[in-house]
């Protein structure tokens, strides 16, 4: 597979501050909710079926390993899909960096969280955004009782 394509968009993209404070704006203008990572939360940015698949497939890893995750899967506004993770394992806090590469191995949009890792590099303050837009379209939750607080 050629990714020329992909490398030359992610190096063109802007990552700095001034660039992700734009987004934040326009995002809140046209009504999106936005979700931030916190040390107990991960966002999946899945750009196709394959990735919504593979994600699928992985996120039991954190179960068996202790983190206790609720998840719930909703519509992006490009059609493909969006993942919140809650991990409710109050005793592991999972810093940033961390988060990032657990979000890639599960099947995040790669380009997504390198852009994140450059971010941090970067030492901007947020690092890994989803724009979630409303209402909401669910298509898969892990429990029903935690939809209210993804």
């Known amino acids: 597979m050629d990714y020329s394509l992909e490398v030359e968009e992610l190096c063109s993209e802007n990552y700095d501050l001034r660039s992700e404070k734009d987004h934040i704006k326009q995002a809140q203008d046209m009504g999106r909710e936005i979700i931030s ?19 699928k497939g992985r996120v039991g890893i954190l179960g068996r390993k202790g ?22 394992n109050s005793i592991v806090k999972i810093d940033e960096s961390i988060r990032l590469v657990i979000q890639a191995c599960l099947g995040s949009d790669w380009k997504r969280e390198f852009l994140g890792v450059l971010r941090i590099l970067n030492r901007q303050p947020q690092v890994s955004m989803l724009f979630r837009p409303q209402p909401l379209e669910i298509v898969a939750v892990s429990d029903p009782d935690p939809i209210e607080s993804l």
């Open 37 to 55: 990572n916190d040390d107990q939360t991960l966002t999946f940015d899945l750009d196709s079926e394959e990735a919504l698949s593979t994600f």
């Open 67 to 88: 983190f206790s995750p609720s998840w719930v899967i909703s519509k992006s506004k490009s059609g493909n899909y969006h993942a919140v993770v809650k991990l409710n």
